[in-house]
């Protein structure tokens, strides 16, 4: 048993058999691109705005993509040594700029669990929290430390990270470790909408466990629009590891997923749908 899993039983032979036959997780990539009304995002945006409640595009497309993962919860699995496991939480990493005390960018990995009760709302702001906490010139975050301090002494930095993944191989790199790392999470997103670039189709490290990588791309003209029309759509490109659900289940994700990005407002209460207790008396 992993920290951050549990062993799947029970599984189909031929499902089984998917880690032996691509036993790396680039070897199990499918692509996939998606495009989002983003007039539906903005106008929300806007609207929440208005009501002084703070949603983002990064918020929204976290929060479909956590509720659709409830609901699918075979998207939530990741393949270690040949072993497909359920994971024990729910994370989603991505990469923010930030500037260095001599003016020059730079570049931090951020990570944020998300719990079932959560919402929309309170998603942006634990983004927002994470966020000016990590954009400040003089703060490095533990992942950030924990790297610095690798690369610190020659050779320690490839001594460090070949230790880390074979124990990880075998389930027995640390907890705190796990947590501290990008790569170790359900979803990776990168917005190079914010960058003002066309979307690309990222790779799943295969350091980690990561399963999923999303990539929001800039806004592009609707071409089932009229000519001269300025609605816009949000490309998405999407990379999965196919070895941790089947075609169907895959599919009756991605029908969530993309029912939720179309119906923000469903993402107001509670992602797993229960309701909170009455207070007593009531």
């Known amino acids: 048993m992993r920290p951050d899993g549990t062993r799947v039983r029970g599984l189909t032979p031929i499902v089984q058999a998917l ?12 692509w996939a691109s998606d495009y989002v009304d983003e007039e539906t995002l903005r106008t929300y945006i806007r609207e929440k705005r208005r ?40 994370s989603f990493s991505f990469v923010i700029l930030k500037t260095r005390a001599d003016g020059t960018p730079d570049e931090t990995a951020l990570k944020v669990f ?10 942006s702001r634990k983004i927002r929290e994470h966020v000016d906490r990590n954009l400040e010139a003089a703060h490095n975050n533990r992942t950030d430390r924990f790297a610095n301090t690798a690369f610190a002494v020659p050779g320690l930095a490839r001594f460090v990270f070949w230790t880390a993944y074979h124990l990880d191989l075998h389930g027995l790199l640390p907890r705190k470790i796990i947590d501290l790392s990008p790569f170790h999470t359900s979803l990776f997103i990168t917005n190079l ?4 670039t066309r979307f690309i189709f990222h790779h799943c490290y295969e350091f980690g466990t990561t399963s999923l990588f999303i990539c929001m791309g800039k806004p592009v ?24 659900a089947t075609g169907i289940e895959y599919s009756r994700f991605f ?14 209460n509670r992602l797993d749908g229960k309701e909170l207790p009455l207070p007593a008396g009531v």
């Open 51 to 90: 009501q002084g409640r703070s949603v983002t595009h990064m918020s929204i497309l976290a929060a479909a993509y956590f509720k659709a993962a409830l609901e699918n919860p075979k998207v939530n699995y990741f393949v270690m040594n040949r072993k497909v496991y359920q994971r024990n939480h729910f």
């Open 255 to 268: 029908a969530a997923f993309e029912r939720y990005l179309k119906q923000p407002e469903l993402l107001e």
């Open 193 to 196: 909408a914010s960058i003002n």
């Open 19 to 30: 880690p032996y036959i691509m036993p790396k997780r680039f070897d199990a990539q499918n």
């Open 221 to 244: 003209s609707d071409p089932a629009c009229p000519a001269g029309s300025r609605k816009k759509q949000l490309p998405l490109g999407v990379v999965m590891d196919e070895r941790i």
């Open 114 to 123: 998300l719990d079932p009760a959560d919402d929309v709302f309170t998603i």
